[in-house]
């Protein structure tokens, strides 16, 4: 039964994370897109009738963080009033459209839409998909049914990569739609709605139904009655609203170190890196290929991203952010060097091999340690009665980082030089380091009530 059970919830986990799959090609889509629209590789491949400005390629870049931003909380509560299934059926609906507008897009503005349409199914996907895993998942697997959200959305932007070089944006815009087609008709036939939400609208009968298919057994009743449970406690402590986030002190404090942690999270270059993989390599001369390099990148990126299981629970959560953001301050400041060389008309072919052992460091460090944590810090610190709100505020915040380091920074680096952003991440970087060391408690192997009393009583 055991088995049985844990391997219905994989597929079930799985098949929700198709949605994730289609996020992962969304993320990845500016590497191999945004060059062809450029012009800069595959100009005829180009469907614009001139080529994409650097303010235009941010743009297309960036919008898909500013439609996600528009989201988190409108599907929050839609999913506490229809269900999680029904509202990530619904927000897939943008996706779809997103990708049959690039089909045909042959105007910079159909870019902006379909990058803004998708960003949207984006925000549901971190609001609602972690709260459908976790509400479907038992104890003993919840770690591995939470990590599969990273794992497809890493495979998403490695397709994005391997595919999209190759293919014109058109093509790649009808093979993103497979996933998000598969997710419609799997997830939508086949999978259900989770025990926890017809808990929480008192459908005991429904529940129990739901829970028997996805244990795959009928004796469910012990599990069903420690759901209804936390179900009234939760709706009890949700007389506790959003203002309380902002006027209570210590939930003040929490969301104060949430936002700082997911700042430095994403302003340590990550979003910018992903956006323009192809074009930092290109840019560098580095020895192979962008597109072979950004396969190379994105691999690794995955590689990564599986290990990452084996430490998030074995290190303290402290030690893993602080040293990745240690590993992931060193290559930034390799980076800025050596384009700071390039500029200046310096001889780099000895040394050209920089740009990618340190942005293969970089991805490793950021998926082993802070990129995780960050997420893991933000479900941990928050009183539970706030938590809901406290997280979907830090996704906002995080997006609205995303948003400002995709945008504005290619036009700085074309106006002060390519190495510019990465000196600026280099500094983020370190000024993370300190403010962790410093600021932020740990909480591995803590409980939820240890965290709280601690936090209640640091000065």
């Known amino acids: 039964m055991q088995k049985g059970s844990n391997l219905y919830i994989y597929v079930t986990a799985l098949s929700a994370n198709l949605f994730t799959f289609g996020v992962g090609i969304g993320y990845g889509w500016s590497s191999p897109a945004l060059p062809k629209l450029s012009g ?22 960036s919008l898909l963080s500013l439609g996600a931003m528009t989201s988190p909380i409108v599907t929050a509560l839609l999913a506490e009033k229809i269900g999680r299934k029904k509202t990530l059926l619904i927000f897939s609906l943008p996706m779809v459209a997103s990708h049959l507008i690039m089909v045909f897009a042959n105007k910079v503005f159909h870019f902006y839409i379909a990058r803004f349409l998708i960003g949207v199914s984006v925000g549901c996907m971190f609001t609602v998909i972690p709260v459908f895993a976790a509400e479907i998942s038992q ?53 259900p709605e989770t025990p926890y939400f017809y808990a929480l609208i008192d459908n005991k ?8 298919r996805l244990r795959r057994t009928a004796s469910v009743e012990q599990e069903l009655t420690e759901i209804i449970k ?38 340590t270059g990550m979003i910018y890196i992903i956006s323009y993989t192809q074009k930092i390599f290109d840019t560098a001369n580095t020895p192979l290929s962008g597109d072979v390099e950004v396969m190379i990148f994105t691999a690794v990126q995955l590689v990564a991203v599986l290990f990452s299981t084996q430490t998030v629970d074995r290190i303290a959560r402290k030690v893993l952010m602080i040293g990745s953001l240690v590993l992931m301050l ?101 000024i ?18 240890e965290i709280q009393h601690y936090v209640r009583n640091k000065k």
């Not at 400005?53 to 870049?61: I, L, P």
């Not at 009968?205 to 028997?212: D, K, N």
């Not at 009234?232 to 929490?254: C, G, I, M």
């Not at 993370?432 to 009530?449: D, H, Q």
């Open 230 to 267: 936390s179900v009234k406690e939760l709706k009890l402590s949700q007389n506790r609203n959003f203002v309380e986030l902002f006027t209570d002190r210590y939930h003040l404090k929490t969301l104060v170190w949430v936002i700082f942690v997911l700042f430095f999270q994403q302003f």
């Open 330 to 430: 060193l290559p930034n400041a390799a980076m800025a060097i050596y384009f700071n060389l390039l500029d200046s008309d310096y001889d780099v072919s000895v040394v050209s091999w920089i740009p990618v052992a340190a942005l293969i460091v970089f991805i490793s460090a950021y998926n082993l340690g802070i990129g995780p944590l960050g997420f893991v810090f933000e479900g941990e610190i928050f009183d539970p009665n706030v938590k809901a709100w406290g997280v979907t505020v830090g996704t906002c915040f995080k997006l609205l980082v995303q948003f400002l380091a995709a945008m504005f920074m290619p036009s700085l680096s074309q106006a002060l030089g390519f190495f510019v952003p990465f000196w600026i991440f280099a500094g983020f970087t370190l």
């Open 40 to 61: 800069s590789v595959d100009p005829e491949q180009n469907p614009l009738p001139e080529p994409a400005t650097v303010s235009e390629q941010s743009w297309m870049a």
């Open 139 to 191: 104890k003993h697997n919840r770690g591995v049914v939470g990590l599969i959200l990273n794992v497809m959305m890493t495979c998403g932007h490695l397709m994005a990569a391997v595919v999209g070089p190759y293919v014109t944006i058109s093509a790649l815009s009808i093979i993103s739609l497979v996933p998000i087609v598969a997710f419609l008709v799997i997830f939508g036939l086949f999978i």
């Open 432 to 449: 993370g380091i300190v403010f962790i060391r410093i600021c932020i408690p740990e909480t591995k192997g803590k409980s939820f009530l």
């Open 205 to 212: 009968t429904e529940a129990e139904r739901s829970l028997m």
